[in-house]
């Protein structure tokens, strides 16, 4: 226990900041497509390649099997709600550990 508790609560961290990289690349795509945001800008395109590097191994399995649905990709909200379903599982894993001690 002295080492699951702290390597549990690391992994929902992870988890947390996962999440919020696929939300800040999905609208950062959405600037980018709608011309808000140039990718000529060096700090830009860094963060953006960043962010796809990034999100897009994950995004990249779903949409295998996840159709676009009117030119709308919806894989990141499908990859978010699986993150959130994990850190659940994550959670009750580490309550029943908590409880069993």
Not at 67 to 86: C, N, Q, R, T
């Amino acid at each position: 226990m002295i080492i699951l508790d702290p390597l549990l609560r690391v992994l929902m961290i992870a988890i947390d900041l996962y999440i919020w990289a696929v939300i800040i690349s999905a609208i950062l795509s959405w600037l980018v497509h709608f011309g808000v945001v140039n990718t000529r800008n060096q700090f830009v395109s860094m963060i953006g390649e960043f962010l796809w590097r990034l999100t897009e191994p994950a995004l990249k399995r779903i949409r295998r099997f996840v159709p676009m649905l009117g030119g709308i990709d919806i894989s990141p909200i499908v990859l978010i709600l699986a993150l959130i379903f994990l850190k659940m599982v994550i959670g009750n894993i580490h309550l029943a550990l908590v409880r069993a001690l």
